[in-house]
């Protein structure tokens, strides 16, 4: 029975009755023998715990806000010097901001951290509410050691870091566990006594900053930096004012301890991002919910935090997510059954987390994104002045991922006020980074400029751009890029998987495209400039400029004659004549609508060919159109004409085409034409996916399912193409408007091989079966296997186990 006393922590023998302890010894002694086996111990141990029944019998709980009074039980009290002089009088009243009403995102209410705020204040015995009892019991399941009911000590600074406090030595928490146990394990009990003492002597920690920054009895609001570092928070200006606010401290002048207390606890609140970001947060964990939309899996928030932070976070964002997979081993949040990967119950669950524990995650990726800084800032103060000088933003800023422009860093030192001294201390640093980063290193203009060509190419109005929308976007910006490149860059930056782009999703892959760019005039700058220097005193000679501008830009050197300069330029005075040279140029790569220079060619002749049978510079483009197998012969097929018309025109005069066709005219010009036959194509294209994205649908499969499948039958058809004949003109104009999958689809020879080469075996009698299959699902394109009949293939094959071919495709998807 000692040994039974040792192992349920109890101190003394007299805390624990004799007859609970005989009952619970009759309860392990099934073989009523007078001794217990390991077996018999383990069942009853489990039983017991799992009920809480040894540990709530132990130490019964206290009501709360009981005032304190002395009790042997109770931890030894520091020493006088130490302990903070107790308040003379009850916190003044303070205007209460609104409660935020409770839900399941695991997050603590505004008001209830101000309960406990208020608890500390008058020296409350017990200091936690039932709501909040609840959330440390949460944080407890996620550390239990497996095969138990207790935690390891070991696990204590996580766990005290999980909560939002700044970790203090091994040492410093392992005497606060002393206090309660001797034993490495603690049970839940246990571990709020230790939550307990720890935030009591945090209040304690913060009454001594207070002490030495406050002058008389207030503490200045140019003093709050100071306060939170003493306990370990790094000021962010945002939240600061969002917290005085919420604390109702908004007007107050000076800052009393009561309501330092409450500041900080406002602090703290939403893990010290502002409403403005938690609103940001919230609306990726929801678009990562996959329709659960207070859950989402831990594989899936790695995807979200990048979404927030940017790329340059990445490594970061590695170590967070296997930290958070450790630490829910054993957990599966409260009302949640884990699933396996295929979506089903099984022995291989995928943990998923609640909106709070992703703004956990997130704070420990600002957290560490701060601490990236404070090096970085470090590295440039040599001299530890505590400042760095602005001129050193460019290079902190490549050394952090950028590819920094001086017109975008002077907008943010403009908002800092601090492009007159030239000075930036940690904090002032900080703040820049956050807003450099928040704008993913764009200025006002451009980021302006992205939204307006992001809600221009939203045809449909979903807030989301498609693969062809971002084609026709790259087209607009004078590119001429094929639909499965297009594709390949969507997939990049497509961090939720749904195949399109929501605008963060467009600004981040824009910001790709841009540090592409300025890497490579970086380059050319490199190549060109005199000197060999490096830095802001390289120099490009003005007899260069122009033929750095024309490798760089492939463009025509009468384009650009205008733009070069009559003395050496810096780089940032490079790129700016690169980009006024790329919208010189972009007009008239606009005017190709597109197409390559083959295509072109293929497209003037059929055009001349047509024009100079009416000896005209202009062709009626309806019979031309029916020739190629578009039929009009609904209203509904007139006024979709007519309208592709207007837009053919519009695109025409905005890229400088001279003598345009009146409204209402079915006749065009060559470069009206090309418009016309670039806005039919985009259809086209447009049509297709849309037929795709239906038969993905009806088929049953992922999106991620289908693009794997994609990307073998691409990979297949590049594989299989041969340069063909055209026969007559017209066929290589008619390929333009056939549907993507049909144009390079895939031989039905080469079907066979593919399968093949999974190492499918085929008897005569099957592979007879499958040519009718192949035959049935193609019968429009004989010998030719479209994206959409390979999807219906392959759903063919699977749902039928045809030769097996289960056995050959899971192994290698796993």
Not at 295 to 313: N, R, S
Not at 751 to 779: A, C, D, I, N
Request: glycine letters at 6%; one cysteine or more.
């Amino acid at each position: 029975k000692s040994v039974l006393l040792k192992l349920m922590r109890v101190k003394k023998p007299s805390d624990f009755p004799e007859q609970k302890m005989n009952r619970h010894w009759r309860e392990a002694d099934t073989s009523n023998n007078g001794s217990i086996t390991i077996e018999e111990f383990v069942a009853w141990y489990a039983s017991s715990v799992d009920g809480q029944d040894l540990l709530m019998q132990r130490r019964p709980t206290k009501d709360l806000r009981t005032p304190s009074k002395a009790s042997p039980s109770q931890p030894a009290t520091p020493n006088k010097a130490d302990a903070p002089p107790k308040p003379a009088q009850q916190p003044e009243v303070i205007k209460e901001p609104d409660k935020a009403p409770s839900s399941n995102d695991g997050m603590a209410t505004l008001a209830s951290r101000l309960e406990v705020a208020d608890a500390l204040l008058i020296e409350a015995d017990a200091i936690f509410s039932d709501a909040q009892v609840a959330e440390l019991r949460s944080v407890f399941l996620r550390w239990r050691l497996p095969f138990g009911e207790d935690i390891h000590r070991e696990s204590l600074p996580d766990m005290v870091e999980f909560l939002g406090y700044d970790v203090p030595s091994f040492d410093e928490l392992h005497e606060l566990v002393d206090q309660i146990t001797v034993f490495s394990e603690l049970g839940f009990l246990d571990f709020q006594s230790f939550i307990e003492n720890f935030v009591k002597q945090e209040h304690r920690r913060l009454r001594s900053v207070f002490d030495q920054l406050a002058a008389s009895e207030a503490l200045q609001p140019g003093h709050l930096r100071s306060l939170l570092s003493g306990i370990g928070l790094t000021m962010r200006r945002g939240k600061v004012r969002e917290a005085l606010e919420h604390a109702g401290l908004a007007e107050a002048a000076g800052l009393t301890f009561e309501r330092c207390v409450r500041f900080v606890a406002a602090y703290r609140h939403m893990e010290g991002f502002t409403s403005d970001e938690v609103g940001k947060l919230r609306r990726i964990f929801e678009r990562s919910s996959q329709g659960e939309n207070d859950h989402i899996p831990i594989p899936a928030m790695a995807t979200a935090l990048v979404q927030m932070f940017g790329a340059q976070a990445q490594k970061h964002v590695d170590r967070i997510s296997k930290r958070f997979s450790s630490s829910h081993r054993q957990y599966s949040a409260p009302g949640h059954v884990a699933t396996t990967a295929g979506g089903s119950s099984g022995n291989a669950p995928v943990p998923r987390i609640r909106l709070h524990d992703f703004l956990v995650s997130a704070r420990w990726l600002r957290d560490a994104v701060q601490r990236q800084y404070r090096t970085e800032f470090g590295l440039r103060d040599r001299e530890g002045t505590g400042t760095i000088s602005t001129g050193e933003l460019q290079s902190a800023l490549r050394r952090l991922g950028y590819e920094p422009l001086s017109g975008a860093i002077n907008e943010v030192l403009q908002e800092l006020d601090k492009e007159r001294t030239g000075e930036l201390d940690m904090d002032e640093f900080f703040h820049f980074m956050t807003l450099y980063n928040a704008r993913d290193g764009f200025s006002a203009k451009d980021l302006e400029e992205i939204v307006s060509v992001f809600t221009r190419y939203d045809v449909d109005r979903s807030n989301t751009i498609s693969v062809t929308e971002l084609q026709e976007i790259f087209q607009h910006l004078g590119y001429t890029v094929l639909l499965e490149d297009v594709r390949v860059l969507l997939k990049e930056v497509d961090l939720d998987g749904n195949l399109t782009l929501d605008l963060l999703e467009f600004q981040r892959l824009m910001r790709r495209h841009r540090d592409g760019t300025v890497r490579k005039l970086r380059h050319s700058f490199t190549v060109y400039q005199q000197g060999g220097l490096e830095g802001p005193n390289a120099r490009m000679p003005a007899s260069r400029v122009s033929a750095a501008l024309i490798e760089a830009l492939d463009c025509e050197a009468e384009e650009i004659s205008s733009l070069v300069p009559s003395e050496a330029v810096d780089f940032e005075t490079f790129f700016s004549l690169a980009e006024h040279g790329r919208a010189l140029c972009v007009s008239r790569k606009q005017r190709k609508a597109g197409f390559c220079e083959e295509e072109i060619e293929q497209i003037r002749e059929i055009f001349e060919e047509r024009a100079h049978k009416t000896c005209e510079t202009k062709i009626e483009v309806l019979p031309l159109l029916t020739e190629l197998g578009m039929q009009f012969r609904t209203e509904k097929d007139r006024q979709e004409l007519v309208k592709h018309l207007h837009e053919a025109r519009k695109m025409a005069l905005q890229v400088t085409v001279e003598d345009v066709s009146p409204a209402g005219s079915t006749k065009l010009g060559f470069w009206e034409f090309l418009q016309l036959m670039r806005v039919l194509r985009s259809e086209q294209l447009r049509a297709e996916e849309s037929r795709v994205a239906r038969v993905i649908q009806d088929l049953g499969f992922t999106l991620q399912e289908a693009e794997q499948f994609r990307e073998t039958f691409l990979s297949w058809t590049r594989r299989s193409q041969h340069p063909q004949e055209s026969g007559r003109s017209g066929e290589g104009l008619a390929n333009l408007f056939r549907p993507a999958a049909t144009q390079s689809g895939l031989s039905t020879p080469d079907f066979y091989k593919l399968l093949r080469t999974l190492g499918l075996s085929m008897s005569q009698r099957q592979r007879e079966m499958l040519e009718r299959q192949v035959v049935s699902t193609e019968p429009e394109t004989p010998g030719v296997v479209s994206f959409g009949g390979f999807l219906r293939l392959m759903r063919w094959l699977l749902d039928t186990d045809f030769a097996g071919i289960n056995k050959m495709i899971i192994p290698r998807a796993a």
